[in-house]
Each structure stands twice: as C-alpha cells, then as structure tokens.
C-alpha cells in the first residue's frame, strides 16, 4: 500500500468518524431550544406559555386557532413570534404570538394574568394591527400606566422587537 | 391564584417526535464506520482487504438491525441516538481487538475478535429481551430490596471461589469451565435500580430532616445510617477483592443518586471525604493498590530492568499518536502488553487515531451519557428520573475510571472501556443498560393520553 493511500485513509477514517458525531449532534439539536408545555386538555395542542397565567382560548375559538396556524407559518421572516416576560414574578414564561389579542392585567381571563402589585385588572392590550403591519400596545385605562422603554404610553404604540413594555414590576419584551 | 384552577401541565421534549427512522439511518451510518476501520487496518497490516470483511460487517448489521426492529416494536417513542452510538462504539472496538489479535509481539495474545462478536450477538440478544420483557421500568421498583441484595451476592461471590493464577490481583471472576464471568459487571444494573427504589422512599428524610451546621445541611444521624452502610461495603469489597474499579463505580453510583434525589450539596461533600478517607486507609493497608498508586505517581518509572510499566507505555502510545494518529493498524500499542484489549484499548486507540479520534470516542460517550440524563429529565414518574441518572452515571463513570486510569489522570483500576474493550459481561451488561435507558425514555417521550402527535412531526 502507498504511503498516500494510507495517509487518506486514516484522515478519511477520522473525517467520518467527526461526521457521525456531528449528525449525531444534529439530531439531538432540539434539546437545545428547550421545552414546551402543553395543556392536557388543549385540543390544539398549540405551543403556550406559562399555564399560570397564559389562558387557552375558549372551544369556540379553536376552530378559529387553527385556521390562523398555516397563516402563522407563512409570515415573512422576522416577524415577531413570542413575548418574553424578561423581569417580575413571571420572569421566564414566554407566550406565542397566534395573530389573536392578548390582555394584560390582573383580571383572571387575562391572556397574562400579572401578579404585581402596580397592575390594573385591565391594564393593557397587545394586538396587531392590520394597517401598520405590526403588533401594538395600547393602555386600556391603567391606574400606574404602562410605559415603552421609559416612556408612559398615551396612545397606541406600535411595538418593535426588543423594545421592554414595563407595567409595575413586571417587564415583558417582543422576541422573533 | 389561577394556579389552583388550571389544569395538569405535561413537559414534554419540543414536539417529540417518533424518529426511528432517524434511528435506522443513523444505525446505517454507524454499521459501515467500523467496516471502513476494519478495511483500513487490513490494507495496512496486509496489503489487502481483511478476508472476513464482509462477514464483519454483516454480523455487525445484522445484529444492530435486529436490535432496531425489537425498538421498532417495543419500544417506538424511544431516544434514536443511543442504539446507534452503541452500536458505533461496539464495532469499533471490535475492529481494534482483531487488529491487537494481529499484532504477533503481543505476548500472551488470544484471538479475541471473534468471541467478542460472539458476546455482542449475546448482549444484543439480551437488549431485544429486556425490551420485549420489560413492559414499564416502573415494574423494576417491586423488586428494589431483591436487586440490592442480588448486587450484593454478586458482588460477594467472587471472594468465596477460589482466586487463580493470573487473576491479575483482583478477585473478580468466576471461572465456570473454560470461561469466566465477572459478576460484579451485573451490578451496575442492579444498584441503580436498588438505589432509585430505595431513594423515592427515603428522599424526604434525607433532604429536609437536617440541621444546618456552618452552612451546610448535615444529616440526622439515623438518615446516615444508609450511606454509611454503602461506603462500607465498598470499603469491603475493595479489601477482600482488591478491585478499585467496582468500589468507585459503587460508590460514585450512590453519591450521585444520593445528590440528585435530595438536591443536597453537602451529601456530595460529605461522600467524597468519606471516599478519601476510606481511600486512604485502604492504601495504607492493602499492598496491590499501594501498587497502583506507586505506579499512577511514577509511571515511567523503569521495574525490575524490564522498561517502563504500562501507564507508562499507554502514555507513550498517546504520545505517539499525535494529533491525527499513526493510522489504523500501524501503531506499536502491543508494546503496551498485558490487558492491551481490555483495560488499555484506550491507549491503541490514541496511538493509531491520534487526539482527534480519541477525543470523537469520548464525545460519543458523553452523548451517550447525556441522552441518559436527558432522559432522565423527560421521565415523568420519579422512579424512571433516578434510575436514568444512575444508569447514566453508572455508565459515564466507567469510562471516566478507565479513561482516567489510561491517561494517568486517577490510579488505574480494572475497569473496562463500556462497548469497546475486550470483556464479555462488560459487553452484555453495557448493552442491558441501554435497553433499559430506551425503555425510560420511551415512556418518557411518548405523547400524554389525549395529546395526539401532530402532523408532519415524524421525519
């Protein structure tokens, strides 16, 4: 055997024996983007946030959710896709983005139900707006106020990715 | 709170899907990366294709096929890396037993290949029972006292059969006829399963039933009681069959289970400084592991006129190997004599595929392992978490004391390399083990009742 041949073989070996441990990697690539939670009796089976406090929608609307699912898939790239809460006692917990209006407020059939002391029942609303191509945050009449990196809200506020909504303690993020 | 009105929650792995075809490609993938070792080595050695080629390689296939049709069957929600890297890490060292039975310096050198395949069809045969026996791995917890004593007579029973010439110092094997068997290689199994069983019961009383003495939680001492009773028997084994390897495995096994079941920092310190302690004493005591310990402090120094002892030469070999090795089959590993398939098989591996090749077997090994602890954090019942963690430990900790022993990192003990080195209850019980990983993680990754898999999620 000549010397070449011998020496491509050996890399050769080495070169394949990376490339299992390489696809192997791949394949286990989902560990790395974490979790899902799913609630028993979803029958969607939609990727949720924190149970606690992220409320399924009613029967009715499930139809609905899946019709908006395909949609959801087709949007361009870049859009926003979840809401992180990034600090206060739900710090963690992130909620998906479906096209549908979520609540924020201390009121039991909010999307996020918040557990801070500086929150109204109805605080505020983020919902996207079909016009400005884009999720939106407005303040449904909070006694603290709401306020987008710093400044109080007094009008609908189109959100981009990345900008901190604050209400109390609580401090919650648009992520793509 | 709307906590109290919510309902049950299931975490479950991000969409977890069946993925055994996965699997099968992966095992492919797995069957031909040995044949393309076994070529190598042959037009290295010979200049030719090695004549069994072909027979290699479809036993190897055979046996990894059968093995994923018993998974197909019993076992479909299962984790799809750990049968292909087994398999990998199987044919590998197949490959390089047969290249040291070619090596003709080595002195005394039986073929071995051949029974070893042997031993792989039969560890293989047993995984395709466990997975068809073993329903639910929740069963095993009837049987915690009955494994916890099976472990102990196994472990007992070599030091009651009378020791041989060129047991090598350790009193491990039973000699049945022509072959022998190393019992305490069915231990592994058998402790997590005793100690998981024993743990679900006891967790409580060992994690809050504490006193905080300098910011430590130190256990009452009735709760010690278990832990005491442990380290002794390691202590025991270690004295009357001199075998390190056993009693670190043991040891580590209980620690690590003691740790995860109570989340107790100080449990962990708490092992490790009776683990010295008992270390010590025993050294102090016991001539063959002062001989270790000797020869893990000086390895190259020269004995009896005769070179450099065998930490030494497996060092070398390391050394020779470089980044990318000598190539298959043209290294001098023989030199490193005695136990070159078994204990040392590391060593030839480093020489003939270098850093590069060592460090891909132990990424693979710490795969392996991490699918373990993964596993054991999908399962939902916590019989099947701390068993996953035992075996898992049980599993990385032996490569970590025979790797460690190889490259001179710890004192080396008698401890076989899991799937590579020669040594067949090492092989079967390796195989067993993950059997019953896969059964875990097949109950741990299959969908709750009512939650049908989505669409378009199985590849």
């Given at each position: 055997?000549?010397?070449?041949?011998?020496?491509?073989?050996?890399?050769?070996?080495?070169?394949?024996?990376?490339?299992?441990?390489?696809?192997?990697?791949?394949?286990?690539?989902?560990?790395?983007?974490?979790?899902?939670?799913?609630?028993?009796?979803?029958?969607?089976?939609?990727?949720?946030?924190?149970?606690?406090?992220?409320?399924?929608?009613?029967?009715?609307?499930a139809p609905q959710q899946r019709q908006q699912a395909p949609a959801q898939s087709r949007q361009?790239?870049?859009?926003?896709?979840?809401?992180v809460i990034t600090q206060g006692s739900l710090a963690g917990t992130t909620v998906a983005l479906q096209g549908q209006t979520i609540t924020l407020g201390r009121a039991h059939d909010s999307t996020i139900v918040l557990d801070d002391d500086y929150a109204s029942s109805r605080h505020a609303r983020i919902y996207p707006d079909q016009n400005a191509g884009a999720w939106v945050v407005e303040d449904t009449g909070s006694t603290n106020g709401t306020f987008l990196d710093n400044a109080r809200l007094t009008s609908p506020t189109p959100l981009q990715p990345g900008s901190a909504i604050r209400i109390g303690r609580t401090v919650i993020e648009l992520r793509k | 709170m709307t906590a109290l009105e919510s309902p049950a929650v299931v975490i479950a792995p991000k969409g977890a899907p069946i993925r055994r075809n996965t699997e099968l490609s992966l095992l492919v993938f797995a069957a031909l990366v040995p044949v393309l070792a076994y070529a190598e080595t042959g037009l290295s050695m010979d200049g030719r294709l090695p004549a069994g080629m072909l027979w290699y390689g479809l036993g190897l296939g055979g046996f990894a096929l059968l093995a994923h049709l018993s998974v197909r069957r019993c076992a479909p929600h299962a984790d799809p890396l750990m049968l292909p890297i087994a398999a990998l890490l199987n044919g590998l060292g197949l490959v390089f037993i047969w290249r040291l039975d070619k090596a003709r310096e080595l002195h005394p050198n039986y073929p071995a290949a051949q029974n070893q395949l042997l031993w792989s069809g039969l560890g293989i045969a047993l995984f395709v029972a466990v997975?068809?026996?073993?329903?639910?791995?929740?069963?095993?917890?009837?049987?915690?006292?009955?494994?916890?004593?099976?472990?102990?007579?196994?472990?007992?029973?070599?030091?009651?059969?009378?020791?041989?010439?060129?047991?090598?110092g350790a009193r491990i094997w039973l000699h049945l006829g022509s072959f022998s068997i190393q019992p305490g290689e069915f231990v592994k199994i058998l402790l997590p399963v005793f100690f998981s069983g024993f743990l679900m019961v006891k967790r409580d009383a060992l994690a809050l039933a504490s006193r905080r003495v300098l910011g430590l939680y130190l256990p009452r001492g009735r709760d010690l009681g278990p832990i005491v009773v442990v380290w002794a028997l390691s202590v025991l084994i270690l004295v009357f069959e001199t075998d390190l390897g056993t009693s670190v495995l043991f040891f580590g096994i209980f620690v690590v289970m003691l740790y995860v079941a109570?989340?107790?920092?100080?449990?962990?310190?708490?092992?490790?400084?009776?683990?010295?302690?008992?270390?010590?004493?025993?050294?102090?005591?016991?001539?063959?592991?002062?001989?270790?310990?000797?020869?893990?402090?000086?390895?190259?120094?020269?004995?009896?006129?005769?070179?450099?002892?065998?930490?030494?030469?497996?060092?070398?070999?390391?050394?020779?190997?470089?980044?990318?090795?000598?190539?298959?089959?043209?290294g001098h590993s023989w030199l490193i004599g005695f136990a070159a398939k078994s204990d040392f098989i590391l060593g030839t591996i480093g020489e003939e595929?270098?850093?590069?090749?060592?460090?891909?077997?132990?990424?693979?090994?710490?795969?392996?392992?991490?699918?373990?602890?993964?596993?054991?954090?999908?399962?939902?019942?916590?019989?099947?978490?701390?068993?996953?963690?035992?075996?898992?430990?049980?599993?990385?900790?032996?490569?970590?004391?025979?790797?460690?022993?190889?490259?001179?990192?710890?004192?080396?003990?008698?401890?076989?390399?899991?799937?590579?080195a020669q040594g067949g209850s090492s092989v079967i019980t390796n195989w067993a083990l993950v059997a019953v990983l896969l059964k875990i993680s097949d109950l741990a990754r299959r969908p709750a009742p009512g939650e049908s898999l989505q669409p378009g999620t199985t590849p």
């Open positions: 055997m000549s010397e070449l041949t011998l020496t491509v073989m050996r890399l050769g070996f080495l070169a394949v024996l990376w490339l299992f441990v390489i696809v192997a990697v791949q394949v286990i690539r989902s560990d790395l983007f974490g979790t899902k939670m799913t609630q028993r009796a979803a029958t969607t089976g939609r990727r949720g946030g924190n149970p606690n406090t992220a409320r399924q929608p009613s029967a009715a609307s361009r790239r870049g859009a926003p896709t979840h809401l | 997975m068809a026996l073993l329903k639910d791995h929740r069963r095993l917890q009837r049987y915690t006292y009955l494994s916890g004593f099976a472990a102990l007579v196994l472990l007992a029973l070599p030091a009651f059969f009378p020791a041989r010439a060129g047991d090598f109570t989340q107790r920092t100080s449990w962990v310190l708490f092992g490790a400084l009776m683990a010295g302690l008992g270390f010590w004493a025993v050294t102090r005591a016991e001539g063959h592991v002062r001989g270790r310990i000797d020869e893990w402090l000086h390895p190259l120094a020269a004995a009896r006129g005769a070179g450099v002892g065998q930490i030494g030469q497996a060092l070398f070999a390391l050394g020779a190997g470089g980044a990318f090795g000598t190539g298959l089959g043209q595929t270098g850093v590069a090749g060592v460090i891909a077997v132990l990424l693979l090994y710490g795969l392996l392992a991490e699918r373990g602890l993964r596993t054991a954090l999908a399962a939902r019942d916590p019989f099947g978490k701390l068993l996953a963690v035992g075996l898992a430990a049980a599993f990385a900790l032996q490569v970590f004391i025979v790797a460690g022993g190889v490259t001179g990192t710890i004192p080396l003990t008698g401890m076989t390399l899991p799937f590579v």
